[in-house]
């Protein structure tokens, strides 16, 4: 397999590889960016690096960054995951959260 650097920082793991071990294995580097939803930082000799993103990571990041281009909307989403973070819930039971739902007993 490929010979990888793996960097640590703030509660974040990058694996970063050169771009000629990028190439070499490719397929098996996809594969593991993929399953990981994790970048890859590939570096390349006199030229910028660049990062191997699953599309589906891209597409949220993407939607997430749109969403808190307008000021107000960000201070919004914010407040909303801060209120969510803060809460302390108990484990509920399928009938005591059916009941709270307002919903009716499961049809047999």
């Not at 970063?16 to 994790?38: K, N």
């Not at 891209?58 to 107000?72: M, V, Y």
């Not at 005591?96 to 499961?106: A, D, F, H, S, V």
Request: contains cysteine; glycine residues 2%.
């Amino acid at each position: 397999m490929y010979v990888k650097a793996v960097h640590i920082t703030e509660n974040q793991v990058t694996t970063v590889t050169t771009y000629t071990q990028a190439r070499a294995e490719l397929a098996a580097l996809c594969d593991e960016v993929a399953s990981t939803r994790e970048p890859v930082i590939i570096r390349r000799r006199n030229a910028e690096d660049v990062a191997l993103v699953s599309a589906d990571e891209l597409a949220s990041l993407l939607e997430t960054a749109h969403l808190l281009r307008s000021p107000k909307n960000a201070q919004r989403l914010l407040a909303a995951i801060n209120r969510a973070q803060s809460r302390v819930l108990s484990p509920s039971s399928v009938e005591e959260l059916r009941r709270e739902l307002g919903l009716g007993e499961k049809e047999k």
